[in-house]
């Protein structure tokens, strides 16, 4: 997947960005960035999968978005005092291109169109962030974090309906605000059902017509 800058960018300011960017590679369950380190530019996923997540005052996790190739991560430290407000670790090994905050505010100055197309990614990532889900059953919730690993992540080479990586129990408790264990129960009902086949830890899509109404 081509990032916004591959996108949007002219290609003169695209190699302005090849001239100062940096790669950075993280080995797997790395930590990119935590809360409270200072901004000090964007990353681009250029190869791999990461989480961006937050640490709520009960000391739980709370998934907020899940990044692969051509992906942005780091803007949402943009702005106030210049600090994240979240934390990104990596699933497995991840190359991410590196952009001084200095050379990301000069690109964004001198390019309408990325600008505005950034604008419109950060307005949709903040409604999902701040959709209110708690009255949503918990079956529903679950089916469309399904969804929502299948798109972020996509499906295995083999197989258009195996996810390609299959995030933990865990991280889909932590994605839909409840329990492990009910993860567990719900994923077992989804497979009774045959909307799902639990092949180990992977998902297996069977039924993703019924999965998008159970989503929706």
Known sequence: MDSFLKQYCTPEWQQFVD???????FDANSLIFSEGDEVKGLYIVKEGKAKVYSNEFDGKEKIIRLASDGEIIGHRGFGGNWTYPVS??????????????????????????FTYQLMMFFAEELRL???????????????????LNYKAFGADAKDPLTLSYTISRKDYASKVNTTYETVIRVLSELNKDKVIELQGKTIKILNLQELNRLAK
Do not use: G
């Open 19 to 25: 001239f100062h960017k940096t790669t950075l590679t």
């Open 88 to 113: 990104a670790k990596t699933y497995v090994k991840t190359t991410m291109t590196f952009i001084p905050i200095n050379v990301f505010n000069t690109i964004a100055k001198a390019n309408v169109e």
């Open 129 to 147: 962030s701040e959709e209110r889900n708690s009255s949503i059953p918990v079956k529903n919730r679950i089916a469309k974090a399904i969804l």
